[in-house]
């Protein structure tokens, strides 16, 4: 039979190292200080740092083999999110620190139907795309970087926004759910996802 005063020391040990350890990851992540991470407006000049990212998102599953950044600037599929990036609409936000170094970028464009990308919906609706340079993943870029794009996107009338993402990235479903974005449909083990800007409109196709 335990001696029950050791069953609770023991449970209490065990919450207050829990707790330490939490503190001390908060401890970690506050070294990437988020708080102190500011948000600008992208520019023609960030191409090269939105190719960047654009290389991270096709590559997001450690799991698998990456694909040469290469290739993916290079295939029409995946270049087409950036290709002569600076036509009206093309609009960027970029996060990044203190040091003003870029943490992460979030972006959409409008596409032709006679060229959709892989969330296309229509063409009033720009298709979002975006990534956060890895070693400040997890601790806040992502949802400042959607937030900031929104804004952008109501300022310029925009009534909805849609994106793909395979189905296995979890972190980013969850990012984009958490932001109110809803599976509109699913194509080739991917969602197409769709954010509603204009107020009291409903998701949907
Ligand atoms: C997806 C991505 C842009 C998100 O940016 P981020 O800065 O890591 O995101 P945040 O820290 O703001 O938020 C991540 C959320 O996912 C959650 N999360 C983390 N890992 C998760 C997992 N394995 N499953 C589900 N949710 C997860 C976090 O708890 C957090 O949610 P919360 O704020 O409700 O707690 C970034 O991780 C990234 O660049 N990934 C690789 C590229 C990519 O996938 N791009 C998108 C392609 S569509």
Not at 45 to 70: C, H, K, T
Not at 115 to 121: H, K, L, N, Q, V
Not at 141 to 156: D, P, Q
Request: proline fraction near 5%; aromatic fraction near 6%.
């Amino acid at each position: 039979m335990p001696n029950e005063a050791l069953v609770k020391v023991g449970a209490e040990t065990l919450g207050s190292l829990a707790d330490l350890d939490l503190v001390a990851r908060r401890e970690d992540q506050r070294r990437d200080n988020p708080s102190i991470m500011r948000i600008r407006r992208g520019t023609p000049s960030d191409i090269a740092f939105l190719a960047q990212m654009l290389v991270e998102a096709v590559n997001w599953d450690p799991q698998r083999q990456p694909l040469p950044g290469e290739e993916i600037l290079e295939r029409r599929e995946t270049a087409h999110y950036l290709v002569g990036w600076g036509r009206a609409g093309d609009t960027a936000v970029i996060a990044e620190d203190d040091g003003g170094a870029p943490m992460g970028a979030a972006w959409f464009r409008f596409f032709p139907a006679t060229e959709p990308a892989y969330g296309f919906i229509d063409e009033t609706i720009p298709e979002l795309a975006m990534g956060v340079v890895a070693r400040f993943r997890g601790v806040g870029v992502g949802g400042r970087l959607l937030e900031a794009l929104e804004v952008e996107a109501k300022c310029l009338g925009v009534g909805a926004l849609s994106l793909s993402v395979e189905r296995g990235n979890a972190r980013a479903v969850h990012l984009y759910r958490r932001h109110g974005f809803e599976v509109v449909c699913d194509a080739g083990g991917s969602h197409v996802m769709r954010l509603n800007l204009s107020p009291g409109a409903a998701n949907g196709r």
